[in-house]
């Protein structure tokens, strides 16, 4: 699955066409799909990722941490 964000930051829904929110939703589905049966996916494996949060939350934190950690990084 190749990105077509590539270089993109996703800072605001509203930078996006309708378009590319459709496959953003497709996309985590797809993963949500494929981590249900079993089929691993490691599009992270080799990257560096570094998540910056403006206010302290334990949950938002964990809850990245999984999905990165699910993504092989």
Excluded: N
Aim: hydrophobic share 35%; aromatic share 10%; with cysteine.
């Amino acid at each position: 699955m190749k990105s077509r964000m590539a270089g993109r930051d996703f800072l605001t829904l509203m930078d996006f066409s309708k378009e590319e929110v459709e496959y953003f939703l497709d996309t985590a589905a797809e993963l949500k799909r494929s981590r249900r049966i079993g089929k691993p996916h490691e599009y992270l494996k080799g990257k560096t990722v570094a998540c910056l949060f403006e206010k302290h939350s334990t949950r938002t934190r964990v809850s990245f941490q999984a999905g990165i950690a699910q993504l092989g990084a």
